[in-house]
């Protein structure tokens, strides 16, 4: 058994397994793939002090310095069930998928999260290409060019206000008859002068020249035609699903969208389980955030652990 076990090895947890591992706890880290979502980056410019890096280097750096300490990496495990310990102090346990278990003391539960997809074609060969998922991170790529955003919710509407800073048009594309974010946002939206927004569109298909996206197809839902958009770029913003499903039934309080609740320490509602970044209901999802999430649900850990004894 260990003082502490991470579940999960992005930005969050490789954070929290090296603060813990300073402390001198025995800490082990599991991961259904080490590195999580910055393997899936190509640039990243916004991890302050550093100009410009790449995914996997990044996640190869995450992997060095874990390595600088002793913790011991369990990679490509994949957990299935959540068993808390019955008293304070005691043991968790948690399965995974190939059937083994591994308990602690302490937990970070730091499994992230997945950007929801469209589903059409064109989307997947053309992500990194054009296809994006994060405006904070990617939006400076499209300067001047033009632009789809897909989805009327608030982070929709939020990133078509903050792109249409930045680059030269932007059409917002939502599903249904309307959209769906808070007022203040739409009214902002539509005082913009380089903003088209449709509704009862459906994206139908992503085009481009084999190397880079030129056009979006999407289908107007009462006429039934077709339209074809040329633009240089794709913003999907239609959900980020955390990776939650694993802890129904749990006892962990998640909120309606499964994101686990976590309290300023990163405590969840049971004791000695803590959360970080993406996971969770911290606001802003990104890696400078999940990195400090994740060093704070370590601390958190520490704190618990030397105050409760095992029983
Ligand atoms: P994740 O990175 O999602 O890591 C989760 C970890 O948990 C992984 O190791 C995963 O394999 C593991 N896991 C999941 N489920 C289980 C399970 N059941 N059992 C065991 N392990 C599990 N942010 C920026 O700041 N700048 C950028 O430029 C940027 N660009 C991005 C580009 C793309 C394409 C994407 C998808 C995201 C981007 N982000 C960027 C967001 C950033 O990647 C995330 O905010 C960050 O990775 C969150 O870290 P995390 O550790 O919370 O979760």
């Avoid at 954070?15 to 393997?39: D, L, M, N």
């Avoid at 469209?118 to 997947?124: K, N, Q």
């Avoid at 994006?132 to 206000?161: M, Q, T, W």
């Avoid at 974010?181 to 739409?186: E, I, R, S, T």
């Amino acid at each position: 058994p260990f003082e502490v076990l991470v579940v999960g090895g992005g930005p969050a947890g490789a954070s929290a397994a090296i603060y813990t591992a300073r402390k001198g706890f025995s800490t082990g880290v599991a991961a259904e793939r080490f590195g999580g979502q910055v393997q899936d980056t190509m640039g990243i410019e916004n991890f302050i002090s550093v100009p410009y890096t790449e995914g996997p280097k990044l996640a190869a750096a995450l992997e060095a310095h874990v390595g600088e300490y002793d913790i011991d990496v369990m990679n490509l495990q994949r957990a299935e069930k959540l068993i808390p310990a019955r008293e304070v102090g005691g043991y968790h346990e948690v399965v995974f998928a190939n059937g083994a278990s591994l308990k602690a003391r302490s937990l970070v539960i730091s499994t992230g999260a997945r950007w929801r997809n469209l589903g059409v074609p064109g989307e997947a060969e053309y992500q990194t290409k054009g296809v994006a998922y994060c405006p904070h991170c990617d939006g400076p790529l499209f300067k001047g060019k033009r632009v789809a955003v897909i989805g009327g919710g608030n982070s929709g509407v939020e990133a078509a206000i903050d792109l249409a800073n930045i680059v030269g048009h932007v059409t917002l594309i939502e599903f249904d008859s309307k959209l769906r974010a808070d007022q203040v946002l739409v009214d902002k939206l539509k005082s913009m002068k380089n903003v088209v927004i449709l509704t009862s569109a459906q994206t139908t298909e992503v085009e481009g020249d084999g190397e880079k996206v030129n056009a979006l197809v999407y289908k107007d839902r009462e006429t039934g035609q077709e339209h074809k958009i040329e633009l240089e770029g794709v913003f999907v913003q239609i959900g980020l699903v955390p990776n939650t499903e694993w802890l129904k039934d749990s006892g962990l309080e998640l909120t309606g969208r499964g994101e686990i609740v976590i309290d300023e320490k990163a405590a969840t509602n049971l004791p000695g389980i803590f959360a970080a970044g993406d996971v969770t209901t911290v606001p802003y999802k990104q890696i400078i955030i999940a990195m400090g999430e994740g060093s704070k649900a370590a601390l958190s850990a520490f704190d618990y652990l030397i105050r409760n004894e095992a029983p």
